[in-house]
């Protein structure tokens, strides 16, 4: 684990078009469960760590962004939206993006769909559980960043940690984070 390390919000996002004014500054706390019996144990320690962060972090006038990507199968992708939808926390006023998949050349490929909606911090845990454990694939990617209400629909709009463009509110990235596909290790970026 480790204690947080000073670090800039272009480094944590990575490649990224457009620029980020000033560049944010920040901690990155990287936090890894070393201590499970198996992976399973791992992932719900470390999504746990996650949403107690995320509880912390999350006040009045913020909102939670999570982008989870996962392939386009029966197990995987549909039950996840499925999940979202019949979640406890979500409701019709839930703001959310999903992104176009389509197999328009008849040819057997495995398509990857995301989903980015707005998540209270224990919803991410309750989406991607699945008996006992979690709907792990080789496309799942889970990150997501805290921002201010006014600024929701511009982070809808890109995908961050895809190296999309950047909107001009990037500045106003409170928190941001990416799961390890394994969702046994965490990147936490601060301001």
């Known amino acids: 684990m480790g204690s947080p390390r ?22 990155l706390e990287v936090w890894s469960c070393d201590k499970a019996k198996d992976l399973t144990e791992a992932a719900h320690k470390t999504i746990d760590h996650l949403a107690s962060v995320l509880e912390e972090s999350t006040r009045t006038g913020l909102a939670l962004l999570v982008t989870i990507e996962s392939v386009f199968e029966p197990a995987a992708f549909p039950a996840i939206l499925d999940q979202f939808t019949r979640d406890a926390d979500w409701g019709y006023d839930r703001r959310f993006r ?10 057997t490929t495995v398509q990857t769909c995301r989903l980015t909606a707005e998540f209270t911090p224990g919803m991410i845990k309750r989406v991607l559980a699945f008996n006992g454990g979690f709907r792990w694939n080789a496309n799942l990617a889970v990150h997501g960043v805290c921002v201010p209400d006014s600024a929701v629909q ?24 990416k799961l390890d596909s394994d969702l046994n290790s965490v990147d936490i970026f601060k301001r």
């Open 6 to 27: 000073k670090t800039t919000l272009r480094q944590f996002l990575g490649s990224v078009s457009g620029a980020v004014r000033g560049d944010v500054s920040g901690a």
């Open 98 to 107: 999903l992104d176009r998949v389509a197999n328009t050349s008849g040819e």
């Open 154 to 177: 511009s982070f809808l709009a890109v995908d961050l940690f895809r190296g999309g463009e950047l909107p001009a509110e990037v500045e106003q990235i409170e928190l941001a984070f």
